[in-house]
């Protein structure tokens, strides 16, 4: 009994099923309406009577104009979206009771009608009334209720009507609509299951779908995102690069890229660990994320290289001057300190630039060019900013070719050590050499060390280079008691985790004592990276080793400063000796140093000395020692022995050799 009530109850449990029955009434009620107009109409040409103008005229244009309103309303419903669920349950409400009312109405007229009807009207009535009961059904069946309502309203009232009339003549048409009525609504109770059941598949298909986007949205943004940071990752820059290349033409330096490479990153990783790496990813990130305008993308493109993607407002700067001005601005930000598992580093970025100023340039291109720029940047000197241009391209061939080749050529034994003289600038005596890299038998020609030792510092072969001089030109000088040796070694080499054990176990390996090895660094690896600097010179210190600081007066650093890191000895660089003569500004400035050096109880050797004025004034200034042309230039070991021999067997006589001049 209750599942028979069931037939005929609103359900408006699922509003998404609701709102399918609403989207499907909006074509089926017009044309049920449709339908019950021309039934009308037809009736009322069939029964029309002049002396019934209520009942064949009024009633039924009454009728007409009441479906008329109703599929107008409907048709002009547009979408079912417009409506929220209450409103749509509120119309289906509405739709399970007009089409009763209407239907009652529609047979009290017809019933009215056929009183006083023909034969003939009457067969057409009943035949009308049939259509209009069927047809009703079949165009509410998406909504069981209203369907099975109308169906046994209709059928009950036409079947009690018919098998009274005329004695009960009509009594076989009332049956067979009564099992029409039957069949009908087992046709509406499958139909309409089957309609929510697609209606449920068909929700279930579209979440799934929705699922999946958001999977695959999902595996979207891990593909192209880089996880530490939350910044685009390469592929995703180098799909913006390709979209430019598709949809673009692009105006000449209308697009701009910025290369950012920290410099140091790998030390704080060796030294702090990769937590702490990873800390100071996200401060820099955050960083330069500040600094981007809001329609720049940046990316993290390797571990420790970003990219900042800018396009050039329309009727501003072009591209390459605003992202100039954007770099200072990173670089100035990367100058603060950053605090990293309570450590405070000092970090700086190499920063190359690139953009689209010949337009013939594939935006991935300019990628390309950028990370040469950088790389540029970097061999200048950490904390530099270097714009690309073609030059950059043939220089860094070239660095690649000197990369393989000094590879091959340690392994050959190409390289050999050059020693200078060192002299004492009072006794004129040799009192220790500086070892010089030099490169005699490279298959394609001798190279500078300039040019080689910046190829080997940007690539970390200098590591490898810088051993083998130290061990070379100890094992070398070794041999020749009482003198000095001098060895530079670059900032990359301090920067390496290991670098003092490796000193100290070359000193040990060979037997040289450490109070005859001078290390000579330049300024810029104090600047970097001063807290590291300290501790790697101190326990070079410690070990009795004497630290100079080469090409002294080409930086900025005050010879205060020098003191605090355990230099005992700064070079005053040879630049600083042209036009030395007495009483000149170059005298008064070398004269500066060697008194404040000397207060600090350091001593300062003057390198680069070409003529006897020269060594004349630094010898009135008291400068302590001397290196120069003047007294040697740097010559292989057999040359640098034959120039001491005719002071004697040096083994002997050391350290009291003595250069007569
Ligand atoms: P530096 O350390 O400033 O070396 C001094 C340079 O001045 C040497 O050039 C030397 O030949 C040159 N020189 C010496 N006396 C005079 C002079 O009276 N007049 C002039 N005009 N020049 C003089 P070199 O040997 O070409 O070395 C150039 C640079 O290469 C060195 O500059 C140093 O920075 C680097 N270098 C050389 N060997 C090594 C090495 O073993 N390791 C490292 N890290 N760097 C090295
Ligand atoms: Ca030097
Ligand atoms: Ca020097």
Known sequence: MRAIFQLFDLDNSDPELSREQFRSFQGHIPLLYGILLCNTVAITVTAFDRQHFARTLFSPLAICVFVIVRAIWWLRQGSAKQFDDAQIARHLGRTCAVPVVMTLIFNLWVVWVFQDAGAYARSNLTFFLALSQVSTVFCLMTLRAAAMRVAVVSTVS????????????????????????????????????????????????????????????????????????????????????????????????????????????????????????????????????????????????????????????????????????????????????VLVDRHVLQISGSIGIASNTDEKAHPRELL?????????????????????????????????????????????????????????????????????LRWPRRAQGSLPPDEFIEVAEATGQ???????????????????????LSVNVSPAQFRHPGFEGQVLNILRRTGFPPER?????????????????????????????????????????????????????????????????????????????????????????????????????LRALDCHEMQGYLFGKPVPLSEFRRFLAPFGDLEEHAPGLRLVR
């Not at 880089?226 to 995703?236: F, I, V």
């Not at 340690?410 to 009072?426: S, T, V």
């Not at 330049?522 to 090409?551: F, H, K, V, W």
């Open 158 to 337: 036409f079947a009690l009507y018919f098998s009274w009339v005329e004695g009960g003549q009509l009594l076989p048409q009332s049956l067979v609509l009564c099992c029409v009525c039957g069949g009908m609504a087992v046709v509406t109770h499958s139909f309409n299951r089957s309609f929510s059941e697609v209606v449920q598949s068909r929700r279930t298909l579209h979440n799934r779908q929705l699922e999946t986007e958001k999977l695959s949205e999902k595996n979207r943004r891990i593909a192209f995102s880089d996880p530490l940071s939350g910044l685009a990752n390469r592929r995703e820059l180098l799909a913006r690069l390709d979209r430019f290349d598709e949809h673009q033409h692009l105006r000449a330096d209308s697009l701009a890229i910025i290369f950012f490479d920290l410099d140091g990153f790998k030390q704080v990783n060796d030294e702090h660990g990769h937590q702490a790496g990873d800390e100071l990813i996200r401060t820099v990130c955050h960083r330069l994320l500040e600094q981007c305008p809001g329609h720049a993308i940046l990316a993290r493109v390797g571990g420790d290289e970003f990219t900042v993607l800018l396009e050039a407002d329309d009727g501003t700067d072009g591209a390459e001057a605003v992202a100039l001005m954007l770099a200072t601005r990173l670089l100035e930000q990367m100058a603060l300190p």
């Open 368 to 436: 390309r060019r950028a990370d040469m720029a950088m790389y540029h940047a970097k061999t200048q000197g950490k904390a530099q900013i270097a714009i690309y241009n073609e030059e950059l391209d043939q220089g860094r061939l070239r660095s690649i070719e000197i990369e393989g080749q000094i590879g091959s050529g340690l392994g050959r034994g190409e390289f050999d050590i050059a020693y200078q003289p060192i002299i004492d600038a009072a006794s004129g005596a040799i009192v220790a050499t500086e070892a010089l």
């Open 462 to 484: 200098i590591h490898s280079l810088g051993l083998y001089v130290l061990e070379r030109a100890c094992r070398d000088i070794g041999k020749l008691p009482g003198l000095g």
């Open 517 to 617: 090895l001078q290390l000579e660094m330049t300024e810029s690896y104090l600047l970097t990276n001063p807290g590291l600097a300290i501790r790697a010179t101190q326990a070079l210190r410690a070990a009795g080793i004497s630290l100079a600081l080469d090409d002294f007066g080409t930086g900025f650093t005050s010879i205060h400063y020098l003191k605090s890191y355990g230099f005992t000895h700064i070079k005053i660089d040879k630049s600083l000796l042209n036009g030395l003569e007495p009483g000149s500004k170059a005298a008064m400035l070398v004269s500066g140093a060697i008194l404040l050096a000397s207060a600090l109880d350091m001593n300062v050797i003057a390198e680069g000395v070409e003529n006897e004025t020269q060594a004349h004034v």
